[in-house]
C-alpha cells in the first residue's frame, strides 16, 4: 500500500515563503518520480512541478516557474516544494503525486498515487 502525507502548509502573508513535504512509503520512492499540484476552490487542479525519480529533471508550470523549487531526498523518501515570494492566487490546497511511470513530467493520471493535501493560503 503506497501511502503518501504531505505537510508544511499554513497561512503566510504575500511574499513569504513556505516548504513543503510529501512522505512516501510503501514502494521504492527512489524510482518514482513526485509531482506537486494545488485545487483552488472552484477550480480544477492544477500542475505545479514534477521531478524525476534520479531528481536530474524537473519541470514547473508556468505560473509558478523561477518561484517554486522542487526537489527530493530518496535517502529519506521525502519530497519538497519550497515556495518563494507566494501570491494571494497561490492559495490552494496542494497535493502531491507518485507515479513508476517514465513518461512526460507534465503528464499525471488520477490512477497514480496521491496524497490527502495540505491547505497553503497566502493573505494579501
Known amino acids: 500500500q503506497v501511502q503518501l502525507v504531505e505537510s508544511g502548509g499554513g497561512l503566510v502573508q504575500a511574499g513569504g515563503s513556505l516548504r513543503l513535504s510529501c512522505a512516501v512509503s510503501g514502494h521504492a520512492f527512489s524510482r518514482y518520480a513526485t509531482g506537486w499540484f494545488r485545487q483552488a476552490p472552484r477550480k480544477e487542479r492544477e500542475f505545479v512541478a514534477g521531478?524525476?525519480?534520479?531528481?536530474?529533471?524537473?519541470y514547473y508550470s508556468d505560473s509558478v516557474k523561477g518561484r517554486f523549487t522542487i526537489s527530493r531526498d530518496n535517502t529519506k523518501n521525502t519530497a519538497y516544494l519550497q515556495m518563494n515570494g507566494l501570491k494571494p492566487e497561490d492559495t490552494a490546497v496542494y497535493y502531491c503525486a507518485a507515479t513508476p511511470s517514465h513518461r512526460n513530467l507534465g503528464v499525471w493520471f488520477d490512477d497514480d498515487y496521491w496524497g490527502q493535501g495540505t491547505q497553503v493560503t497566502v493573505s494579501s
Open positions: 521531478i524525476s525519480w534520479s531528481a536530474t529533471l524537473t
